[in-house]
């Protein structure tokens, strides 16, 4: 009898862990399991990056970081999330990847497409989009040039406020850094995530990937999720939309209301150059030199649109000890892209300094620093001056 109700008692608890079915992961240890695993692809990255420089030398190092990066990330998840295998912040938090629809394993499909979507994309966007804003940058500041000498010459057109096609290049000028970003759209994902705790990365999203626990949850586990952290992200976002809604109504105001200023008008200054007041159109100095130009071409082209000839000699050179000697020590005097003694040393909006010639050719080519990665622009370098 005893022998029964054991029997009796073991198949019934079979028969639960049957229907029983996993619960889908929460946010915290979804974020957990990320953090983790980008931990490990930093300390890739450390090693492969000494490796560099031991070999190639610390420029070298430096001008490869984000091949580097791509590289460690394709290795780190080629060995877990490709191989079928969980990555190591997926074991630290008890998590598997599963497919939202079927809850089975991720089909090979699924994951090389979450991989090539989350690492080479990002990648390909980084080498493209610089290149995209410069040609369309050019294009637009070639079409609102036009329009500007048209409505200056065309005395019926002066006096008429700007088109709206005009007012729209404008504005496409003005935030076309921003239009061609994807950081709203990953924005909008990580909200819907905090809301629903599903997909992290919007590349999951695309592919139909979450997470569910391993283990079975006790009734008394409650898993918090980040519910207030999306509704900070709506606010700040609403709040960015309209102030930019409210600055973008503000400078169509002004544009109505004064028309001399937005015709743009002109001025004959001594030696009979004429110099456009709207500063508008004052941008091309920071676009790209035309792709293997000569310098002396783009010495003539700088002189031609500043009317001031470039000198042939640095002005400051920090070889000299006399120059700037509030800056202590060699290596503070040496610029960390040509890792020469600077010459006309220039600093970026996050406070590191280069040689004006290295970081200008450096944010010609990507618009960030190169140390700490952040946001920077040409026309934001501001010169020192000992």
Not at 174 to 191: G, R
Not at 228 to 233: P, Q
């Amino acid at each position: 009898m005893s022998d029964l109700v054991h029997d009796r008692g073991r198949s019934s608890v079979t028969a639960v862990e049957d229907d029983f079915t996993y619960p889908w992961a929460a946010a915290p240890d979804i974020i957990r399991s990320n953090q983790k695993d980008a931990y490990f692809q930093s300390v890739l990255l450390t090693q492969l990056s000494s490796v560099i420089r031991s070999l190639y030398g610390a420029r070298t190092a430096h001008s490869w970081t984000n091949e580097a990066r791509t590289f460690t990330e394709l290795l780190y998840l080629g060995l877990t999330t490709f191989a079928g295998n969980r990555t190591l912040g997926e074991e630290y938090c008890d998590v598997v990847q599963v497919e939202d629809d079927t809850r089975r394993l991720p089909s090979l499909a699924r994951r090389s497409g979450y991989i090539i979507s989350s690492v080479l994309l990002p990648y390909v966007l980084t080498k493209f989009l610089p290149a995209f804003r410069r040609r369309l940058r050019a294009k637009l500041e070639a079409s609102l040039r036009k329009g500007h000498r048209r409505r200056a010459s065309s005395p019926t057109q002066s006096g008429k406020p700007p088109s709206r096609i005009y007012q729209f290049q404008e504005y496409l000028l003005k935030h076309l850094d921003n239009i061609t970003s994807p950081a709203p759209i990953y924005a909008v994902s990580l909200a819907v995530f905090y809301f629903s705790g599903a997909y992290y990365q919007l590349s999951k999203r695309l592919f139909g990937l979450r997470y569910i626990f391993t283990r079975k949850l006790e009734s008394s586990e409650q898993r918090a999720g980040y519910e207030v952290l999306g509704i900070l992200l709506v606010l700040q976002m609403a709040v960015q939309g309209y102030l930019h809604v409210q600055d973008t109504y503000s400078r169509v105001q002004r544009l109505r209301t004064d028309n001399a200023a937005a015709a743009g008008s002109s001025a004959i200054i001594d030696g009979g150059v004429e110099v456009a007041t709207d500063t508008t159109f004052n941008t091309a100095l920071f676009l790209e030199p035309p792709q293997g130009a000569d310098p002396a071409v783009q010495k003539e082209r700088i002189e031609r649109i500043t009317h001031t000839s470039v000198s042939a000699t640095h002005r400051f050179d920090l070889k000299e000890q006399e120059v700037m000697q509030w800056i202590d020590g060699k290596q503070q005097r040496k610029c960390t892209l040509c890792l020469d003694t600077m010459k006309d040393p220039s600093v970026t909006t996050c406070g590191h300094v280069f040689c004006w010639t290295c970081v200008t050719d450096w944010l010609r080519e990507q618009p960030m620093c190169p140390l700490c990665r952040q946001s920077a622009l040409v026309q934001h370098v501001l010169p020192l001056r000992g």
